[in-house]
Structures are given as structure tokens and as C-alpha cells.
């Protein structure tokens, strides 16, 4: 519990004082879903092993048990904790300090979230509808996402390298969803009922660290993801105005995506 104590600790003084103006909102959010998940994990293990731990051991030694165990878990859980979505960013921000400092001809482009054909591994907004296609999603949080055919994107691109302006930044998104929203759509264009269960976040976080776990031993991906219920705290809605104005482009209504994305998934067995 003492974990948690410090976890909270440290997401009150983030969260709610002045130092929350110095810190980047993407790197905010990547400390706030860490230190989320380390309550939740906190909260499953201290409830469960700890009160067996004293039942069995008595109080004091329940803590040394703690005391010899956490640090040995810290060591071995600090690469996997440390991996936190930062490489997209820090290749991001070493472009802006080439392009600041050794005049670097490059212009760089965000897409939102890319849906359509060809997603072959399938990608994580991939994955949800395949699993929702399949009747295997009978529930969800309530986050939303900014959903863009990826050939928008790809032809985004082309533009960018045409028109757009050494060192600017440039969003490639298409239509602002709620999840429950694009859950339907999936559910009706693959003749299924939609899932209606709404479930809070928090208690998914030690299903999510379990589910990272196995996923380690097994090399299998989890379906389940700290970062994914991090995320998902915001609705990921953006706008793609600069590009529209600056470089000509535009998106197709994502229900196009939707639907080349299910015909894609259907034509090379993917929904089974």
C-alpha cells in the first residue's frame, strides 16, 4: 500500500499544482497511466497477497517477505515500465532540433488513427474490430478516437512532401467516433448487436498488467494494455484543419474505413 500512497502522491502534485504547466501534456499523460497502473496493481496485489502474507506470516513477517520481494520485482519490471510510448516522441523531438539547428528540410505529419485495408498484423484499432466483428467485444469504456481512412493518410503524406512547410507539424485525421459509436457500426455492418455494457476503467488495470504479463511469456500480443486504458481516458479527437488549408487535403467519411477495413479482415480470414 505504500506503492499506492506515493503513486497518489505524486498524481496529486502533478495534477493539480503549477508544475503541470512545465510538463508536456503527451508526457503527462504517459506518467499519469504509469502511476494509474501502478495503484491498480498496488490495490490487487496489497488486498489479496497482503492479507494472506499477515495470516500466514504474522505482520512483521509479511513485511519482510515485501521488503526482500519489491525490490527484486522493481529491477526486473523497470525495462518493460521504462519502454512507455517515448521513442515516437523522442524521434519527433530530435527532428525538431535537427530541423532547429542543422536546417534540416523535413516536415512532419501526425495521423490519428489510421483504419481500412492491408492491416495485416492487424494493428491495435485493427484488433477491436476484428474482436468486435467476431461477437468477441461484449463491453467497452467510454473514450473516442479520430478515425481516418489509411489511404487519406498515405496520400496525406504526398502532399505534405509537396506543399507542406519545412518544420511544421501536420495532422492527418479524419472523423472524431466515440468507441460505443464505432462498436455499433461495426456490430450493424457485420449483422451482430451491438455491445451495450459500459464498464469503468480503473478496475481493468491489473487485468491489463496481468494480461502484459502473460502476453511476455507467451509472445503473444495482449488485447489488454496499460497504455491502451491510459489512452483511454481522453477521447482522442483532433482536427485536421491546418492540413485541409495549408496542403489541400481531405478524408473520406470514416464509415468507408469501417467498411474496407471489415471487407479486408473477411476476405483473408481474419473473422472467424
Known amino acids: 500500500m505504500v ?14 499544482t503549477i508544475l503541470q504547466r512545465g510538463i508536456p501534456a ?32 504474522g505482520p512483521r513477517g509479511a513485511l519482510g517477505i515485501a521488503g526482500a520481494i519489491l525490490p527484486i520485482m522493481a529491477v526486473a519490471t523497470w525495462p518493460w515500465v521504462t519502454r512507455i510510448d517515448a521513442r515516437k516522441l523522442v524521434a519527433e523531438r530530435e527532428v525538431e532540433r535537427l530541423i532547429e ?8 505529419v501526425a495521423p490519428s488513427t489510421p483504419i481500412g485495408p492491408r492491416d495485416i498484423k492487424p494493428t491495435p484499432t485493427g484488433r477491436v474490430i476484428v474482436e468486435a466483428a467476431t461477437g468477441r467485444m461484449p463491453a467497452f469504456v467510454d473514450t473516442g478516437l479520430n478515425l481516418v481512412h489509411v489511404d487519406d493518410v498515405a496520400q496525406g503524406h504526398l502532399l505534405a512532401l509537396d506543399k507542406g512547410k519545412i ?47 502473460v ?13 491502451a486504458l491510459r489512452m483511454s481516458r481522453y477521447r482522442m479527437f483532433f482536427s485536421s484543419e491546418k492540413a485541409k488549408r495549408e496542403l489541400g487535403y481531405t478524408a473520406r467519411p470514416y464509415l468507408e474505413g469501417l467498411k474496407d477495413a471489415l471487407g479486408w479482415f473477411r476476405d483473408n480470414g481474419y473473422l472467424k
Open 3 to 16: 506503492v499506492t500512497g506515493i503513486s497518489n502522491a505524486v498524481l496529486d502534485v502533478c495534477a493539480f
Open 26 to 57: 503527451r508526457d503527462r499523460m504517459a506518467v499519469f497511466g504509469l502511476l494509474e497502473g501502478v495503484v491498480g496493481f498496488g490495490i490487487a496485489i496489497g488486498g489479496v497477497a497482503g492479507s494472506l502474507a499477515v495470516e500466514a506470516f
Open 101 to 108: 539547428t542543422e536546417k534540416l528540410p523535413a516536415v512532419i
Open 167 to 213: 518544420g511544421e507539424n501536420y495532422i492527418l485525421g479524419g472523423s472524431d467516433v466515440a468507441l460505443e459509436t464505432m462498436l455499433g457500426d461495426i456490430a450493424f455492418l457485420s449483422g451482430r448487436r451491438a455491445p451495450t455494457v459500459k464498464i469503468p476503467r480503473g478496475p481493468l488495470f491489473p487485468l491489463a498488467w496481468g494480461a502484459e504479463a
Open 215 to 227: 502476453a511476455r511469456v507467451t509472445g503473444k500480443e495482449p488485447f489488454l494494455t496499460v497504455d
